[in-house]
């Protein structure tokens, strides 16, 4: 059978997560399909069909989904599901938001943060904050899958697009009204999404220290900024700078840690990263442990010279 992926859009084109569960998507066997469901999406839903191993695009436009809620969206991909042996979205907020509905009005089980694909019904998904490993086998006939985006490679571009098809949608349910959203803009790359990372924990002390050592250095790299989870509870910086196993999942070319100790928490969200430097006074942090290469220094020293050496 099909394997259906649930894109991640902003009705004009995709977001990086949806290209990287599509490399996971195509570890498996079958035809891939995506569905693009939103108000307004045609660029998307075309953007989507230019992508390797895209067999068809599944076009979905109401207004039910231009925010994208999980109830209505859920009930569409109810209704598919029964074409397909697997439905796979990115493990971000909305993937978790979504998929345990879908999962749970199937009748069936989620298979969370999938890091491998050993074959159609195995997978690979972290376990204890990423200390471990298991390997788990589902017997759903179909299996319904999160993936982790930082696993896996992100698709390109292909020579031909794929056929985009308009399906009806589902029914507004009503169950949900979203009354206001408030964004941070920035003009730095999208944390889930950098290639470079430079983060600050509490030993900063704090979000004026934050601002007045790291964004200089963030902006000479061209890096994004990211906190730990105590400098996010401290105040220093809004939650959504957070790394970590309850903030954003990444995995960075660099990933610079000043002033972090390296609590288990945190090392679950970027111990991935290709490499990892870390700036800490204390010899003893456990940041020193997964750490390529550590600086045993006083960070107000420390990164302050790295960016003028930069």
């Known amino acids: 059978m099909a394997i259906l992926l649930i894109a991640e859009h902003d009705n004009q084109s995709l977001k990086a997560a949806t290209l990287n569960t599509l490399g996971a998507a195509r570890r498996l066997e079958g035809e891939i399909h995506v569905l693009v469901a939103g108000a307004g999406c045609a660029a998307a839903g075309q953007a989507a069909a ?35 042996s697997h439905v796979l979205v990115p493990a971000s907020a909305e993937g978790k938001n979504l998929l345990p509905r879908v999962a749970a009005l199937c009748g069936m089980a989620q298979v969370s943060d999938v890091v491998g694909v050993e074959s159609a019904d195995t997978f ?22 999160s993936i982790r985006t930082t ?54 002390g704090s979000g004026d220290n934050y601002r007045r050592v790291l964004e200089p250095l963030a902006d000479k790299l061209g890096a994004a ?29 660099l990933y610079l840690a000043v002033g972090i100790s390296g609590a288990i928490q945190h090392l679950a969200g970027m111990k991935d990263s290709r490499v990892i430097v870390a700036i800490n006074k204390d010899p003893d942090a456990p940041i020193f442990q997964v750490a390529d290469y ?3 220094a006083d960070l107000f020293e420390a990164a302050p010279a790295l960016t003028q050496a930069l």
């Not at 376990?127 to 759903?140: E, M, P, Q």
């Not at 401290?234 to 970590?244: E, I, L, M």
């Open 151 to 204: 696993a896996f490679e992100a698709v390109g571009v292909a020579g031909t697009a794929a056929a985009v098809e308009t399906i009806a949608a589902g029914p507004e349910l009503g169950l949900c009204k979203l009354v206001g959203r408030e964004l941070t803009r920035s003009e730095r790359p999208e944390l889930g999404a950098a290639k470079i990372i430079v983060s600050g924990g509490r030993g900063l």
């Open 50 to 84: 230019q992508f390797e191993g895209v067999a068809k695009v599944l076009l979905c436009d109401a207004l039910q989904y231009a925010e994208r809620g999980a109830e209505n969206l859920a009930e569409l991909v109810r209704g598919l599901a029964t074409n397909y």
């Open 225 to 253: 900024l990211g906190a730990s989870r105590a400098a996010v509870d401290a105040g220093f910086v809004p939650n959504d700078f957070q790394v970590g196993q309850t903030g954003k999942i990444v995995a960075p070319q």
């Open 124 to 145: 690979v998904r972290p376990i204890y904050a990423g200390n471990a490993l298991a390997t788990v086998k589902s017997i759903d006939p179909i299996k319904f899958l």
């Open 294 to 296: 550590g600086l045993v």
